[in-house]
């Protein structure tokens, strides 16, 4: 069953991959983009947290299907904390 969620978020994210692509080079569709955002987010809640075998290829797939889903939800966050801040800049506190 591991294996299938493996090659099944392999499938969602090379899809969520060409929609991003898609995005850039034929221009801006909320459609498109709502795609992207679900199937990126649906990769990094489908992949197996806790696979059986220690190997290197899947540490690395794992991070790199990461990624996407962090940087969204780290672009959200600042944007969140951009607006919550009550004195409009961005501080060092």
Do not use: H, Q
Not at 3 to 30: E, H, K, P, Q
Not at 33 to 44: D, N, P
Not at 77 to 84: D, E, H, Q, T, V
């Amino acid at each position: 069953m591991e294996g299938f969620r493996v090659v099944l978020s392999m499938f969602i994210f090379c899809m969520s991959t060409y929609l991003l692509a898609d995005l850039l080079i034929n221009g801006f569709s909320f459609v498109v983009l709502a795609g992207c955002i679900a199937g990126f987010a649906a990769v990094r809640f489908l992949w197996p947290r806790n696979y059986r075998e220690d190997s290197l290829w899947y540490e690395f797939l794992e991070l790199v299907f990461d990624l996407p889903y962090k940087a969204t939800a780290l672009t959200l966050r600042f944007i969140g904390n951009l607006f919550r801040s009550k004195d409009g800049g961005i501080g060092l506190d």
